[in-house]
């Protein structure tokens, strides 16, 4: 699978402490900061995986996911929810938009390395 991750995270410093902690792990980084244009790189670089925000410009993280999974030739790719949202029943709403995983912000980076390596090696 590929080592590709696509982040779709529309704050600057979230980006780059993703960029960081990914790239210095051996993964590269493609970078979207809205559903709209998180769902057209998926579709353009295939990544392994997709790190996705909720909290976006355009629609959220959840109708993006939706439309990342409802394209067949990306639902298999695995969508890691990365949120501040972290209020009782957030997790369950994005696995119901089809999320893989959920991680709560802020994140330790050991651990966030470890969901991700449960996907992607």
Known sequence: MSKVILVIEDQEDNRRIMRDLLTSAGYK??????GEAGGISAGGHRPGL???DIQLPDFDGYEATRRIKANPALSAIPVIAVTSY???GDDIKA???GCD??????????ALLAQIREFIS
């Open 95 to 97: 696995y119901e938009a």
């Open 50 to 52: 997709v790190l996705m």
């Open 101 to 110: 995983a959920y991680v709560s912000k802020p994140f330790s980076p050991r």
């Open 29 to 34: 980084v493609v970078e979207a900061v809205t």
């Open 86 to 88: 972290a209020l009782s």
